[in-house]
């Protein structure tokens, strides 16, 4: 099993925390998984802005912590460079900190929590990226809350669940779908289709996670190299229909499906294009 290199607790190194934290007790808290290739954080201004997003919607006050985590996250920067050459994921969670009262009541005196650890990590082959990998439908249907959609929130139930349905080592993710039957991601990423120059991707404002590679796509990439983009509901058939299909995530990057629950999809030119144009943002 791979251990982690280092994990810091508010800048201080160690693995523990009370047992009366919140992200602990309800999953009242936030994450990152910033991948470091070549002594750099890989968007890490997508990634902060994200987080701050996200303090913003749950309400956690986290002002007094910005000096000490840029501080952590150097530090980070610094081990995954020295101990992981090959590269690194550095993991930022932020938790509302330790409960107040008992039961779920916010008192407004508690004190934001951020646990920084990194991970040495094994990029994905590019024999990988060059041949897709093959996904499946997910039986699970994501609930759908708009006060927490997009979020990247602790309470990650419904993705351990839909990871369990499936042992085969030879499928990478599952398609998950919502109370309509609507595709909008699969467990760990984002999707997208390409049909002609146009690229289609669920939009997350009622469940799924916005994802820090998807919005790379959506405000820099596709337009790049003249793609046009639209964000809209997409069915199972649709996806089905599409000339090529891709999935994104901050680990992975853009990486193409060859087969869909059977179906067979070409990798067409212009997601090698968006693959490529993707290593050259932020490298």
Same mark, same amino acid.
């Given at each position: 099993?791979?251990?982690?290199?280092?994990?810091?607790?508010?800048?201080?190194?160690?693995?523990?925390?009370?047992?009366?934290?919140?992200?602990?007790?309800?999953?009242?808290?936030?994450?990152?998984?910033?991948?470091?290739?070549?002594?750099?954080?890989?968007?890490?201004?997508?990634?902060?802005?994200?987080?701050?997003?996200? /303090?913003?919607?749950?309400?956690?006050?986290?002002?007094?912590?910005?000096?000490?985590?840029?501080?952590?996250?150097?530090?980070?920067?610094? /081990? *995954?460079?020295?101990?992981?050459?090959?590269?690194?994921?550095?993991?930022?969670?932020?938790?509302?900190?330790?409960?107040?009262?008992?039961?779920?009541?916010?008192?407004?005196?508690?004190?934001?929590?951020?646990?920084?650890?990194?991970?040495?990590?094994?990029?994905?082959?590019?024999?990988?990226?060059?041949?897709? =990998?093959?996904?499946?439908?997910?039986?699970?249907?994501?609930?759908?809350?708009?006060?927490?959609?997009?979020?990247?929130?602790?309470?990650?139930?419904?993705?351990?669940?839909?990871?369990?349905?499936?042992?085969?080592?030879?499928?990478?993710?599952?398609?998950?779908?919502?109370?309509?039957?609507?595709?909008?991601?699969?467990?760990?990423?984002?999707?997208? *289709?390409?049909?002609?120059?146009?690229?289609?991707?669920?939009?997350?404002?009622?469940?799924?996670?916005?994802?820090?590679?998807?919005?790379?796509?959506?405000?820099?990439?596709?337009?790049? /190299?003249?793609?046009?983009?639209?964000?809209?509901?997409?069915?199972?058939?649709?996806?089905?229909?599409?000339?090529?299909?891709?999935?994104?995530?901050?680990?992975?990057?853009?990486?193409?499906?060859?087969?869909?629950?059977?179906?067979?999809?070409?990798?067409?030119?212009?997601? =090698?294009?968006?693959?490529?144009?993707?290593?050259?943002?932020?490298?």
């Amino acid at each position: 099993m791979t251990q982690p290199l280092a994990t810091w607790v508010d800048g201080e190194q160690r693995a523990s925390l009370p047992a009366t934290d919140r992200g602990l007790q309800y999953g009242d808290g936030l994450f990152e998984t910033i991948v470091c290739r070549t002594g750099k954080l890989r968007f890490l201004a997508l990634h902060r802005e994200r987080l701050q997003q996200g /303090l913003d919607r749950l309400r956690i006050p986290f002002d007094a912590h910005a000096a000490g985590l840029t501080a952590d996250l150097e530090r980070a920067r610094q /081990l *995954a460079s020295a101990a992981a050459p090959a590269g690194a994921i550095v993991k930022l969670v932020v938790t509302r900190g330790d409960s107040q009262a008992r039961g779920y009541h916010v008192t407004g005196q508690e004190s934001a929590r951020r646990i920084v650890t990194v991970w040495p990590d094994t990029p994905l082959p590019d024999s990988t990226r060059t041949a897709g =990998v093959a996904v499946r439908f997910g039986q699970l249907r994501l609930g759908e809350n708009p006060a927490l959609a997009g979020l990247k929130h602790l309470n990650r139930l419904e993705l351990v669940l839909a990871r369990m349905e499936w042992q085969d080592a030879g499928i990478f993710d599952a398609l998950l779908a919502d109370g309509n039957g609507d595709v909008v991601s699969g467990t760990m990423s984002n999707v997208f *289709a390409l049909q002609g120059q146009t690229l289609l991707t669920p939009p997350v404002d009622r469940c799924g996670i916005a994802g820090v590679m998807r919005a790379v796509v959506l405000r820099e990439a596709a337009a790049a /190299l003249g793609l046009t983009v639209s964000v809209a509901r997409m069915s199972r058939a649709a996806l089905l229909a599409a000339d090529s299909i891709f999935l994104t995530n901050a680990r992975i990057g853009i990486l193409p499906v060859r087969e869909v629950a059977q179906h067979r999809f070409a990798i067409m030119p212009a997601v =090698v294009d968006l693959m490529r144009q993707v290593e050259r943002l932020d490298a």
